[in-house]
């Protein structure tokens, strides 16, 4: 791109996933069901695990600080796409874009974080049970969660400050329906070479340091299962089914994502292909653990018919 027409960018324009003014309708509908279906799953999720005293372990706390993280996530972009088909207005300011950013990277990372602590909570719950509570004691388990918001936080800074960098030509149409880092620079006029290997190389580095904290829990979960019996192998698949379910959702989606948009050039598959990791999976996430974990489903039946309560006003 050639730099000229430079200017001060007050605002960038965000597309959408459709210009079509017949399917605007449509789209809002969907997302408004999906944030409201996240929004209600996440919190009773918190809620459950809140008011279960029986849940009040390091892996439901993990649990409860994801649902927390995967209501964040979708408030920080959701909202604002169904307030720009509702009034038609689609711009957002330079300050929002980037802020929009920061806490989209902020929060995915903590998302990935959290998924590797909960597969090292696993791997101590089943290959070191004794000294399950010793281990994640809840100081450890509070320090875990902040410095996962720590060093997802600097992350997404070191990004944020070199998009400052950045300056935009004439043309400051986003292909998205929120502010992604990638698609910003793609419109800038000035070198982006530095923000594209530092997406590659931070980017890369910080998520596969992630997933490989997974593989080598989940390793050693395997070789420690294999020496149990065939009644203690199914608890403990059962109790990292919902987890990998979870973990296949999320960098499942983010790889395809990845893999989408190497392969094509059409700005419009990458925003329709981005739903599938910043919408759907904290969209399922509560479904998963739900209806694949019997303490959860059981402290949520719970909670919604309140029988508890009902049998103690009985008794007394």
């Known amino acids: 791109m050639k730099f000229q027409n430079q200017t001060a960018v007050s605002e960038f324009i965000l597309v959408g996933l459709t210009d079509d003014p017949e399917l605007q309708p449509l789209i809002f509908g969907l997302f408004l069901a999906m944030y409201l279906v996240t929004i ?26 994801l649902s927390f993280t995967d209501i964040y996530v979708s408030t920080t972009t959701i909202p604002k796409m169904l307030v720009n088909i509702q ?5 957002i300011t330079y300050t929002g ?68 960098q950045l300056s935009f030509c004439t043309n400051v149409e986003i292909p998205h329906f929120f502010c992604e880092l990638a698609q910003v620079i793609k419109i800038a006029c000035s070198d982006t070479f530095i923000n594209t290997l530092l997406i590659y190389l931070a980017g890369i580095t ?3 340091v992630s997933m490989a904290g997974i593989i080598f829990s989940y390793a050693k979960i395997v070789f420690s299962i294999l020496r149990m019996s065939s009644v203690g192998r199914y608890k403990a698949f059962s109790t990292c089914g919902s987890h990998l379910s979870v973990v296949f959702l999320l960098y499942g989606t983010g790889l395809g994502v990845y893999l989408n948009s190497a392969v094509t050039e059409s700005s419009n598959k990458n925003a329709v292909a981005s739903v599938m990791y910043i ?20 402290a949520v039946r719970l909670l919604i018919t309140g029988k508890p309560i009902i049998l103690l006003c009985h008794c007394i």
């Open 87 to 91: 009034t038609q207005d689609h711009s």
């Open 40 to 65: 209600l799953g996440n919190l009773l999720i918190i809620l459950a695990v809140s008011s279960d005293s029986h849940l009040h372990t390091p892996m439901y706390f993990f649990l409860s600080s």
């Open 279 to 298: 919408v759907i999976p904290q969209m399922m996430n509560p479904f998963i653990y739900s209806l694949r974990n019997e303490e959860m489903k059981t």
């Open 206 to 208: 910080f998520f596969a």
């Open 97 to 164: 874009c980037l802020i929009q950013i920061t806490f989209v990277l902020t929060l995915g990372g903590v998302e990935c974080c959290l998924l590797a602590v909960m597969a090292f909570d696993r791997y101590v719950a089943i290959c070191q049970p004794l000294r399950y509570r010793l281990i994640l004691t809840p100081y450890i388990c509070v320090q875990l969660v902040l410095f996962s918001l720590f060093i997802s936080a600097v992350h997404a800074l070191l990004h944020t400050l070199m998009a400052l």
